[in-house]
């Protein structure tokens, strides 16, 4: 389970109506028992004015996310987070989003950069230093039922009848809304109510939040994703089109996962961010020969950056093995394992601090800049035909792995190994990177790579944890513990013993690799060359 699984989600059906005084009479109708399993609760009236906050460049909506600041009465300014996206096919069912909520110390936007809760730990991780300013307000007038189900508390049943303003307070749109918030758990008893309630009242379902529908009214336009040029590959490209395009997809990636990394709740979307950077420094080596001078200068800020989330992700991984450890232990052997975690988590935080501060940097700004101008102004190196140069970066890296999987044996260090997976990850990537350029030909020996990988990656995980074992008892042994240095002893076998299962599987799992699909697959690279001899390397 990732931290993603544990987060509060709001479920949340959103009606428009044109007028709330037939939902009035119908809501008094059912408090006299016609709302099935439903009951409604006395109404109340509340005001408050949400105000919305982003930054210039749009940071959090390009990252998915609203966040505003509610004000009601006497009652302390109060922010929330709340996700975009939603999900479901079903446009008649129930918004499920994401939603964090944290009390200010005043209403003002700087409020949530001093925040300690979930709001601002969030916002402060997307924004960095960037300040948050006003898109608008949306005041508004609110009655609220709430529900019981089966004898529970399940929600509330709300009437808003909205006025969207500008900050300087004239207003731009009114909206009248009839919306029902209730816990997961409740879904199955309150749907049935909430169809009763929209077919009796007219009423159809919301095409926009109230944050979206504030963007409309103000004219604000959504940030689209950066485009920075053409990414389809065909087979008659120049060897320089096809690197400019793979660089486009894979920076495109890059991009999109850094909000997702910057927060932290899904370890998968930092893992995603890591291994884009790493095809974006496999394509720059692999196609540097046709690729304009200042790409080969962004290869340093790649690795900074790979280096940066990699001590993040390696971290995450060994919490994830150790979690399953203490799951599988008895409850009295796992206060040890406990007090390592804890020091685990303390480590995975201070990396978190530094990757923030390198994603907030001037270096990674200027970087990020100059890779999007360079993909973005360029069209193409003249380079022959990728038919033509292809099949011999191909095999250079195919050679390479040869090279590296003779040096394995009885007695080979993990070092050899970790030789094999890089040039394993080289040959692979150099295929898939190609893999339009000879369409369905290349998927069986990407498919016995990606095992070779899968086998390999996971002798590195167990390699860099061990070692990571044998710092800490080092260096913090006292802290720990002799408890936990003992645990810690026994987990590091643990890692040898898998190390060395992994190490006697990896020569029959490279065999596959360099067996009758990669001999097939290099005919078709030679058959499908260019006979004109001067187009060849």
């Not at 009479?25 to 099935?36: F, S």
């Not at 340093?300 to 991984?317: F, S, Y």
Request: hydrophobic residues 40%; aromatic residues 6%.
């Amino acid at each position: 389970m990732t931290d993603l699984d544990q987060r509060p989600v709001e479920l949340e059906w959103q009606l428009d109506a044109h007028d709330l005084r037939p939902v009035v009479r119908w809501i008094e109708a059912a408090a006299g028992g016609g709302a099935g399993h439903v009951e409604l609760g006395a109404g109340r009236t509340v005001n408050h004015t949400d105000t919305y906050l982003d930054t210039a460049d749009r940071r959090l909506d390009r990252a998915g996310y609203s966040v505003r600041v509610r004000q009601a009465g006497r009652r302390p300014p109060e922010a929330t987070l709340k996700s975009l996206a939603r999900n479901g096919a079903d446009p008649t069912g129930p918004r499920i989003r994401l939603e964090l909520e944290e009390i200010l110390d005043a209403a003002e936007p700087a409020a949530i950069g001093r925040a300690g809760g979930p709001v601002g730990e969030r916002v402060r991780a997307l924004t960095g230093a960037r300040p948050l300013v006003a898109l608008f307000d949306v005041q508004t007038r609110r009655r609220v039922f709430p529900l019981t189900a089966t004898g529970q508390p399940s929600g509330e049943l709300v009437l808003d009848d909205t006025a969207i303003r500008e900050p300087s307070g004239r207003i731009l749109s009114r909206l009248r809304r009839v919306e029902v918030e209730v816990p997961p758990h409740a879904r199955p008893v309150v749907e049935p109510f909430v169809t009763s309630l929209r077919t009796a009242c007219g009423l159809q379902p919301a095409t926009l939040s109230k944050y979206e529908s504030g963007l409309v009214a103000s004219g604000i336009v959504r940030p689209a994703s950066e485009s920075f040029g053409r990414t389809a590959i065909l087979p008659t490209d120049a060897l320089g089109e096809v690197a400019l395009a793979v660089l486009r997809r894979h920076f495109a990636v890059f991009l999109a996962k850094e909000p997702g990394t910057r927060l932290g709740d899904d370890i998968e979307e930092l893992h995603a961010m890591r291994v884009s950077s790493r095809r974006l420094r496999a394509a720059l080596s692999l196609f540097a020969d046709v690729l304009p001078a200042g790409a080969v200068e962004l290869r340093p800020e790649l690795a900074w950056i790979a280096q940066t989330i990699g001590v993040v992700r390696d971290l995450d991984v060994q919490l994830a093995q150790l979690e399953d450890w203490i799951e599988a232990l008895p409850a009295p052997d796992r206060e040890p394992l406990a007090r390592l975690r804890a020091l685990l988590v303390e480590d995975r935080r201070a990396a978190r601090a530094e990757m923030l501060a390198a994603f907030d940097s001037p270096r990674y700004a200027r970087f990020v800049r100059r890779f999007g101008s360079l993909l973005r102004n360029r069209l193409g190196v003249r380079t022959p035909p990728a038919l033509a140069l292809a099949p011999d970066l191909v095999e250079r890296r195919q050679e390479s792995m040869r090279k590296a999987a003779r040096k394995l044996g009885p007695g080979a260090p993990a070092a050899a190994y970790h030789r094999l997976r890089i040039a394993g990850k080289r040959f692979r990537y150099a295929l898939e990177f190609l893999a339009d350029v000879y369409p369905g030909e290349t998927e069986p020996v990407v498919k016995r790579t990606v095992a070779l990988q899968d086998l390999l990656g996971e002798h590195q995980d167990a390699d860099v944890g061990a070692l990571r074992l044998r710092r800490l008892a080092a260096e913090r042994g006292d802290e720990l513990g002799p408890q936990t240095v003992f645990a810690m002893g026994e987990i590091a076998a643990r890692y040898r013993h898998a190390m060395a299962d992994l190490q006697s599987r990896a020569p029959a799992a490279f065999a596959r690799v360099d067996g009758k699909e990669w001999k097939r697959l290099r005919r078709v690279l030679e058959d499908a060359r260019p006979l004109d001899a001067d187009e060849r390397t």
